[in-house]
């Protein structure tokens, strides 16, 4: 058996020879068909793939200032170029990887025929790769087949035809580049552990320094590690680090770079690294911190669903991502959501978003929450989107009350100043529900009852009140009676949808759209929340049962105070691209979703709120609030949610207090600082919400913004009565 291994491996050497002697003519006969078609074509794409495919580079976002608030990435790589690259690096490197490096053309032959004559005869393994092929071999690994297992590899596959491939591409590179824009190309392509790659991003995680001031034992140990990355990680691995640092010095020493000397002297060194692990930036949104990273994660999640990008081009693209992020307006209302409810507090979350009316964008200029955003939970942190998110845990209350009032205008039935009736309870004659429901009025039919409600306070002394006054007062009766009048929810869904709740209407069990026609959901939920034959719709969504983002719920007050002009709530100021070109954004464009009209009276409608007798009146009085605003409150049956919808014509948003991540029963609110899961439960949109929403717009408008009136009303809305 030795005798016939020993013959296969001479038949064997005798083959690679042959192959490595055509590898070695190409240069000169290659045109002339040494190799095939279809191997030269591989090659000539490969080598077009290496000019054209850019190397992943770090996303920046900012706030609105320009000021970088995060960085996104799957590569951390800062770009040099071959004068910010000491010789020291150069030559540290060129001395352990390739020390011929200056007098190949892209492959050692010298070296390729020892090393394969020690591996076919069962010697030590031997690569003898130079840089300009290794360069080629990390560039197909690192970027052209990054996100390709098949590609990777192939790329890395020992064998003969890989290598040969390799040679005729390094033989190409090096026919079109200089030997000092290859090694630069290699050191910035190159991996050094821990998705650091490149030498401007490893000076920078290593030593805190940059290239150009990297000193002889920084530049040999960073040198050692590209031949095995992670075995030689300085911070775990910090004896085999020191082992194979001092082994370039002393190749560094055989290559008459460095004197026998400094090289013992440098050996003595301590390895220098920043201390516990390299200093890079985070790699997503925690590096914007406990108050920007819900900012800087909607900026993610808005450009992934609705402005075009992959995550692939987000993380790897190297743009620059100006946000519409107010830094002082978001610490006003991570300051006020905080004052409500503790970070810490178990099972509630406190959120508020802040968005500029217009009629040409409605740029979001805060998102914060009472919780941290980050991954450590016993300190009160999480990474889900709390102020932006749909949370199955409650809706938003009575602030739906909007919409049932603004399909009502929008269809003649009222307007702001028509008078309504009050009553403790109301027996709707359109929306049913089965047994166990809240009706006791048959309607003849087996096991089915009419809808009926009644108010969470006393309404009976209210004189003359009108739509405006239901607004501020909020009497459930009141707007139950007005989706009767609608003959449905189907207008007032409608209307919800025009107005701002374009993407995260819910039901309340699914989680999918609202069905106007119930068709979708099973028998107990009909029973439960209508309706029947004789009812299309819930004739409990005007009470805001349906969970929803707050930021959507933000941006119906934005759409209201722009005249009824709805535009999709962006975080994006511009983007641009690696080379500071200016890259386009598909975003919804705006539109006149409601009459200026109908919104400029419906903003009027709602502008009580904050007054005596308004449901938001204390927590606006505590602040000495003195702008003109429209408002509107919400709480949920169960008080397991409340939300405050408001905004002056400079500036919209909502608070919304809700249950989040377990916990029995409902929030009880003792005052700010004192609100938690109980169980029964008296939170109400006038307390915890408002107390938010009122505490940060008051810091924020006082310190930069005048006051300015509503816009007038449109007398078409009015008085009620069909138009």
Not at 541 to 556: A, D, I, K, Q
């Amino acid at each position: 058996m030795r005798k016939a291994d020993g013959l296969f491996k001479l038949i064997g050497l005798c083959l690679l020879a042959g192959v490595l002697v055509a590898g070695m003519l190409f240069p000169v006969v290659g045109a002339a068909g040494v190799m095939s078609n279809q191997a030269s074509e591989t090659v000539e794409k490969t080598s077009s793939d290496l000019a054209d495919i850019p190397p992943p580079l770090v996303t920046t976002v900012t706030d609105s200032t320009g000021k970088p608030i995060a960085t996104l990435y799957d590569q951390y790589r800062l770009p040099v170029n071959e004068n910010q690259i000491n010789e020291a690096m150069k030559w540290a490197l060129v001395s352990v990887e390739d020390k011929r490096f200056y007098e190949h053309h892209g492959v050692d032959w010298q070296g390729t025929l020892r090393a394969a004559v020690s591996n076919t005869t069962g010697a030590d393994t031997q690569g003898a790769s130079t840089l300009t092929q290794q360069y080629v071999k990390n560039y197909l690994i690192n970027v052209v087949y990054r996100n390709d297992d098949v590609g990777q590899k192939k790329a890395q596959e020992q064998s003969v035809a890989r290598k040969l491939k390799e040679a005729r591409i390094a033989i190409q590179l090096e026919t079109k580049l200089s030997k000092q824009q290859i090694l630069a190309g290699y050191l910035n392509i190159v991996e050094f552990s821990r998705q650091i790659f490149g030498i401007g991003a490893a000076a920078h995680a290593y030593f805190d320094t940059t290239p150009e001031k990297l000193t002889v034992p920084q530049a040999a140990l960073l040198a050692g590690l590209v031949n095995n990355p992670v075995n030689n990680d300085p911070w775990k691995h910090p004896d085999k680090a020191t082992a194979r640092r001092n082994l370039v010095l002393d190749r560094m020493v055989e290559n008459k770079k460095l004197a026998k000397a400094d090289a013992d002297r440098f050996k003595g060194e301590p390895l220098g690294v920043v201390p516990d692990t390299p200093a890079k930036p985070a790699a997503n949104c925690i590096g914007a911190g406990p108050e920007a990273g819900f900012f800087c994660q909607y900026v993610e999640d808005y450009l992934l669903k609705a402005g075009g990008m992959t995550k692939d081009q987000l993380y790897t693209g190297g743009y620059t991502i100006k946000s519409t992020l107010d830094e002082r307006a978001n610490h006003q209302a991570k300051v006020s959501a905080e004052a409500q409810v503790k970070k810490t507090q178990p099972y509630v979350a406190n959120t508020l978003s802040l968005i500029r009316p217009g009629k040409n964008r409605h740029e979001v200029v805060a998102l914060a929450a009472n919780r941290d955003y980050g991954q450590n939970q016993d300190a009160g942190q999480t990474t889900y989107a709390l102020p932006t998110g749909v949370y199955n845990t409650g809706g938003a209350g009575s602030t739906f009350k909007i919409f049932t009032t603004a399909a009502a205008l929008d269809k003649g039935i009222v307007g702001i100043n028509s008078p309504v009736d009050m009553p403790d309870s109301y027996t709707s004659h359109i929306f049913s529900t089965g047994k166990g429901g809240c009706s006791t009025t048959p309607t003849g039919k087996p096991n089915t009852y009419w809808y009926c409600v009644g108010n969470a306070g006393d309404y009976s002394k209210a004189a003359n009140p009108t739509v405006q006054t239901a607004l501020a007062t909020s009497p459930n009766t009141t707007f139950v009676a007005l989706e009767d009048k609608l003959g449905s929810t189907g207008p007032a869904i409608d209307m919800a949808k025009r107005l701002g709740l374009r993407e995260t209407m819910a039901s309340n069990t699914g989680g999918g759209p609202v069905d106007p026609n119930n068709k979708n959901k099973s028998q107990s939920q009909a029973e439960a929340y209508g309706p029947t034959g004789n009812s299309p719709g819930y004739g409990a969504f005007t009470l805001g049962f349906s969970p929803v983002s707050g930021l959507e719920m933000g941006n119906v007050a934005a759409t209201i105070l722009s005249g009824g002009v709805w535009c999709p709530p962006t975080p994006i100021a511009g983007v641009t691209d690696r080379n500071g070109q200016p890259v386009p954004i598909k975003e919804a464009p705006c539109e006149q979703a409601v009459p200026e009209g109908l919104a400029n009276t419906l903003a009027i409608g709602m502008s009580k709120d904050d007054q005596p007798g308004g449901t938001s009146f204390r927590a606006a009085a505590d602040v000495q609030w003195d702008r003109p605003i429209i408002g509107k409150t919400g709480t949920t049956q169960g008080n397991v949610s409340a939300a405050f919808v408001g905004g002056t014509p400079q500036l919209a948003g909502a608070a919304m207090t809700f249950k989040f991540g377990g916990g029995q029963g409902g929030i009880c609110d003792a005052g700010p600082g004192n609100v938690r899961v109980c169980g029964g439960g008296n939170i109400f949109g006038g307390k915890a919400p408002a107390r938010t929403w009122f505490g940060a717009m008051k810091n924020i408008m006082d310190a930069s913004q005048p006051r300015v009136e509503l816009a007038p009303p449109d007398p078409r809305y009015m008085g009620g009565g069909a138009r």
